[in-house]
DNA sequence: GGATCATC
DNA sequence: GATGATCC
């Protein structure tokens, strides 16, 4: 038996004998040394590609481990990849940032190329389609005509003034890809974004299929506020002056649900009051940023809303938060949101703004006698009062 | 495949 | 000099 012939179970041996012994010690006891350029990524964790593939070797049954053979592409590289391995090239590719911090700082780091002084939109039009389809639940990867077919028309739509009309989607897949947000399934062979038929070239050879890495997917697809903090950091990097508003629409990330978990779950909070803290800030950034001079005028801004509905909700911690009536909701919704509807104490058309501070969650039936009773003009500035009041209490830490 | 542009 | 892009 050679090389190729490793299976997926001889690799994970290796590997779990990796992590008991430690790199150094596994290194020497096999007679390799540490990886020049390829490392294999398992559970976050990188291993040196060549000794694992060799490693794995002894463990196929009746064989010894293999010290010298080639490593690289085509080699060792290849045999891993076609199990199934991440193979991160170190030469090219960055490794793909996990957390949601991360992925935020790796976008404010990446590379863009500019018309008449303003970026090009191209990596943020790819990011964004790809995180609206990660939030309607499609697949991560998609194969590569359909990529095209689907970005074609958005990058031809969504670009600066003098940005040509090309919509080619390689260049910016190649640069997300080489930036660590584009994964090209395991491929460590892709070109820099540099030149014109080197990379048309690869692509057309390849096709490769594509998508997000598995942790930006997962971050896009269940955590509403790590979806709101990819926008604005792309919004940040790329669009700037732009009106991203058209653009965001296109992609289905416009829309007050936007800031919303995909389940229950993923709103679990140790700390609630740090995290309604932390939506406040969410809100008071986006109403900074949409309110500002580029605006000529006020927008119901639908992510601003969402994220100060869900801080509210959060704040709410499930009750009416009418102080005459504190039930608890009559039931949650399929989000394992509150039934409870959040309500702009003063309208926004009269002035009110989509801040947590006018807005108050109430059961139907206070929302009803808030909206057409005859004594709502007295609970009006009980409840303006109280969500000043409750607004307070949680940004206060004790 | 090369030339060019504008950053970093 | 490398990188993201475009044009020829």
Redesign the pocket.
């Known amino acids: 038996m050679a090389l190729p012939d490793i299976t997926r179970e001889a690799v994970l041996a290796a590997i779990a004998e990796c992590d008991r012994m430690g790199r150094d010690a596994f290194l020497d006891k096999y007679g390799f040394r540490r990886a020049l350029r390829y490392r294999l990524r398992y559970n976050g964790t990188l291993y040196d590609s060549k000794a694992i593939a060799g490693v794995a070797h002894g463990y196929l049954p009746g064989e010894s481990p293999l010290r010298d053979f080639s490593g690289g592409i085509g080699h060792a590289v290849t045999a891993l990849q076609r199990l199934g391995f991440e193979v991160i090239d170190e030469h090219?590719a960055r490794p793909t940032p996990q957390t949601i911090d991360e992925v935020v700082a790796t976008i404010g780091d990446?590379?863009?190329?500019?018309?008449a002084?303003k970026p090009?939109l191209?990596?943020a039009v790819v990011l964004l389609w790809a995180i609206g389809r990660a939030r309607a639940g499609e697949d991560r990867l998609l194969n590569w005509a359909d990529t095209v077919a689907a970005l074609t028309p958005l990058l031809d739509e969504h670009r600066r003034d003098g940005?040509?009309r090309?919509g080619?989607s390689d260049?910016?897949i190649?640069?997300l890809h080489?930036?660590g947000l584009w994964d090209l399934r395991g491929r460590t062979d892709v070109p820099?974004?540099?030149?014109?038929?080197?990379?048309k070239g690869w692509f057309a050879e390849h096709t490769p299929d594509g998508g997000l890495p598995q942790s930006v997917y997962t971050l896009a697809r269940r955590d509403g506020i790590a979806r709101i903090r990819l926008i604005e950091a792309i919004t940040a990097r790329f669009l700037d002056d732009y009106d991203e508003r058209e653009l965001l629409t296109a992609v289905g990330l416009y829309d007050k649900d936007v800031a919303s978990d995909e389940d229950a779950v993923g709103n679990a909070t140790d700390d609630p009051k740090a995290e309604y803290a932390r939506r406040c800030e969410l809100v008071a950034h986006r109403e900074a940023r949409t309110n500002g001079q580029r605006r000529t005028r006020t927008v119901n801004d639908p992510i601003r809303n969402g994220l100060a509905r869900s801080a509210v909700l959060l704040r709410s911690e499930g009750r009416c938060e009418n102080p005459k009536c504190a039930q608890p909701a009559p039931d949650i919704n399929d989000r394992g949101e509150p039934l409870l509807e959040v309500d702009h104490i003063v309208q926004l058309s009269d002035g009110g703004r989509d801040l947590p501070l006018q807005m108050i969650a109430l059961c139907p039936n206070c929302h009803r006698v808030k909206t057409y009773g005859r004594t709502r003009h007295q609970l009006i500035p009980v409840l303006t009062q109280t969500a000043r009041d409750l607004h307070d209490q949680w940004l206060t830490t004790d």
Not at 192 to 199: E, I, K, L, Y
Request: no cysteine; proline share 3%; net charge positive.
């Open positions: 090219t990446l590379q863009r190329a500019l018309v002084s090009m191209k990596q940005e040509r090309q080619r260049y910016p190649a640069a080489h930036a820099r974004a540099h030149g014109d038929s080197a990379v």
